[in-house]
């Protein structure tokens, strides 16, 4: 099975700057696309950025878009997501996750393909 965990969150202040991490073990990272979600207090868990097992990539909300960077290496068996210009709405606990599929895809930022879920990494941004 295959395994997440997220690392990387914490405490910033608004228009600074975050790594968040996603390491996976258990089965060949190759296999796998991953998506980068978050979960703001009272609302409703959404997409950040998302990134195929090809490395093709989006951003899933406006939000983001110019400030947040999502990668995978693959030797290292890691996905990141680089963030900057935070804002407070970006608060929240961020979770990776991931799934297979036995045909090329688009990258998707939808909740339900995603087999896989990491425990999720806090990151607040407040001054």
């Known amino acids: 099975q295959l395994q997440l965990v997220e690392s990387g969150g914490g405490l910033v202040q608004p228009g600074g700057s975050l790594r968040l991490s996603c390491a996976t073990s258990g089965y060949p990272f190759s296999l796998y696309h991953i998506g980068w979600f978050r979960q703001a207090p009272g609302k409703t868990r959404e997409g950040v950025s998302a990134?195929?097992?090809?490395?093709?990539?989006?951003d899933c909300t406006d939000s983001v878009k110019g400030r947040f960077t999502i990668s995978r290496d693959a030797a290292k068996n890691m996905v990141y997501l680089q963030m900057n210009s935070l804002k407070p709405e970006d608060t929240g606990i961020y979770f990776c996750a991931a799934y297979s599929s036995p045909f090329p895809v688009q990258p998707t930022c939808e909740r339900m393909p995603y087999d896989y879920w990491g425990q999720g990494t806090q990151v607040t941004v407040s001054s």
């Open positions: 990134i195929t097992n090809s490395g093709a990539s989006r």
